[in-house]
Structures are given as structure tokens and as C-alpha cells.
């Protein structure tokens, strides 16, 4: 018999008329009337070439042949209807997957304290690993599943297959040391511009206040390029160097270093950071329940 000419109804037919040893009955337990019913079991008499269920007395006996099916037919029902039919879910206390998330170190130091403080009581035994990846890269790991999620501003994902969702804005603002001699609470443009300046310039990824003074014609005096942000903590507190920064890194590096935040003189561009994903892992229900822990923490109140 070749498997593509199973019709799976005719399954859930040959295994009522076991349990119920009647066309009428079977027929009323699956739903189906008793020309149907009597349809459906000629059919599934011509399938196994053999009569599968005979009358006698009030009954309708099954043959040898229906007796051996009649097993296998019960555990390919429960199958189906519990590994397949069966809605998937995600139980958050009892799973131990690893959530793979694309986050820049920024995104890292703010939100990975709060995520897992949530995460150890939410879901104990959930595992995260964070990647870094450049702008173009990003895309192509959410596309191939390499991440399920990223975190932090992506540009790039802003396009056809991909979902995202916003959590709050970061506008630009300046860190200089709490003792600097020569910045008070207020900067003026010239003062700005005349200062040491230190700047982040990740590999693979512009930096949007760069972009947004070269377009104006500004040009600062700037004495040291880093790759990450986090070099920023120790390099800002033991010098005169400022730095422009969004404005969610700031606060971080408020808490870790002994470090004043100052307004920009000038109307910058804000960051705007979301949550993003590929269409691919729009229903995982895994992926809904770590999105939704992430927009509670983070989101804008």
C-alpha cells in the first residue's frame, strides 16, 4: 500500500468502529451520518483487503487482520493529536533553552542586569548568550537564526521580513569627569568644540553623531578613537576628555564611574532602540515570551 493514499479520517473511522463495534454508534461518536459512515468503512475495507469488522448477533466483530491494526491505529491517532494537533507552548519555569540576542556592548551593560535579574526568578534554568555583529551582519544572523532576537539600534533591520518594536529614545548628551577644570553645569557650542574630545567608532557600525556633525560642517578636536563604549568609563574619569554619547549609556556610566552628564549644545539626533526579529520566529512561543519581558522592563513608560 503506498503511504501518499492514507486518508488519515479513515483512521479515526477504522478506530470508533473498535471502540464501538457499530457503524450507527461509531458514526455518532466521530460525527458522521450512517451512509457515510457505511462509505468510509467500504473504503477501508478495499484499503486493507480484508472485511475488518463483521456482523454478528447486534455487534460488528473485527476480523484478525483488524485486531493486529487496531494498536498501531490507536498510537498514530494519539500522536497526531498530541505531538502535532496540539498547540504549541512555552513554559518559562521548566525550560532550559538558550536565548540567542544581538546586542552592542552598550545594550549589554543596560540591559542584561535588569533581563536577568527578571530571568532568575521568571525562568531559572533559561541560558543567553549575547553576539555582536555589524549593521549588514545583523540581518543575515536574525535571517539565518543564528540570534532569535536584537536589541539596541539596527538600522538595517527596518526592511521586508523583519518585526520590530520600539522601546524607548536615546537622545546624545555629554560625560566629562566630576572634577574637570574646565567644564561647569553648562556647555557652550564653543566650548564644545574646542574641547579634547574622545569618540566610539565600533567596527562596522558609523556612529550616528559623527554622521550628524560632518553634515553640518562641525568639526571637534578629537584626540582618542575607541571601538567600544565601555572603554569610555575608565578613559572619561582619569581625563579632561568628553565624550558624546546616547543618552541610556550615560546613565551607566553615572552609576559605575565618577562621571557628570551635560546637555549638548546643540540639537542632535536621537537614537531610538527597539527590539527586532525575523518573521521566522514571529509566533515561536518562546520568542513572544522573551519579547514581552524585555518591553516591560525597558519600554517607556
Known amino acids: 500500500m503506498d503511504i501518499r493514499s492514507i486518508d488519515m479520517n479513515l483512521l479515526v473511522v477504522f478506530d470508533a468502529m473498535i471502540e464501538h463495534r457499530s457503524v450507527t454508534r461509531a458514526g455518532e461518536a466521530i460525527g458522521l451520518s450512517q451512509p457515510a459512515m457505511s462509505a468510509a468503512v467500504a473504503r477501508l475495507r478495499a484499503w486493507f483487503d480484508d472485511p475488518l469488522f463483521v456482523k454478528t448477533g447486534a455487534e460488528m466483530k473485527a476480523t484478525p487482520r483488524a485486531l493486529v491494526l487496531a494498536k498501531p491505529v490507536r498510537r498514530v491517532i494519539e500522536t497526531v493529536k498530541d505531538e502535532i494537533l496540539q498547540r504549541s507552548g512555552f513554559d518559562p519555569q521548566k525550560t532550559d533553552r538558550t536565548f540567542t540576542i544581538l546586542m ?54 527596518h526592511k521586508a521580513g523583519f ?5 524607548f529614545d536615546s537622545p546624545h548628551v555629554c560625560i566629562v569627569r566630576t572634577r574637570h577644570p574646565t567644564v561647569g553645569d553648562k556647555l557652550t557650542m564653543k566650548q564644545y568644540l574646542s574641547l579634547s ?22 568639526k571637534r578636536r578629537v584626540l582618542l578613537k575607541l571601538s567600544h563604549f565601555m572603554s569610555l568609563l575608565p578613559v572619561i574619569e582619569s581625563s579632561d576628555l568628553i565624550a558624546t554619547v546616547p543618552s541610556d549609556l550615560a546613565d551607566v556610566c553615572r552609576r559605575y564611574a565618577n ?3 551635560l546637555d549638548v549644545p546643540i540639537r542632535s539626533p536621537v537614537i531610538a532602540v527597539h527590539q527586532s526579529w525575523h518573521r521566522r520566529f514571529h509566533k515561536d512561543p518562546a520568542n513572544v515570551w522573551l519579547r514581552g519581558v524585555i518591553h516591560s522592563l525597558f519600554t517607556a513608560a
Do not use: C, M, W
Not at 521568571?122 to 543564528?146: F, I, Q
Not at 574630545?197 to 562641525?218: D, I, K, M, T
Open 104 to 157: 552592542p556592548d552598550i545594550a549589554e551593560v543596560n540591559f542584561l542586569p535588569k533581563l536577568l535579574a527578571r530571568l532568575s526568578q521568571a525562568a531559572p534554568d533559561v541560558r543567553v548568550r549575547t553576539v555582536s555583529k555589524s549593521r549588514p551582519a545583523a540581518a543575515e544572523a536574525l535571517e539565518s537564526g543564528e540570534a532569535e532576537l536584537a536589541v539596541g539600534y539596527f538600522p538595517d533591520l
Open 163 to 167: 518585526f520590530k518594536q520600539k522601546l
Open 197 to 218: 574630545h574622545a569618540v566610539v567608532q565600533p567596527e562596522g557600525r558609523e556612529h550616528v553623531f559623527e554622521l550628524f556633525l560632518e553634515q553640518r560642517g562641525l
Open 259 to 261: 562621571i557628570r552628564v
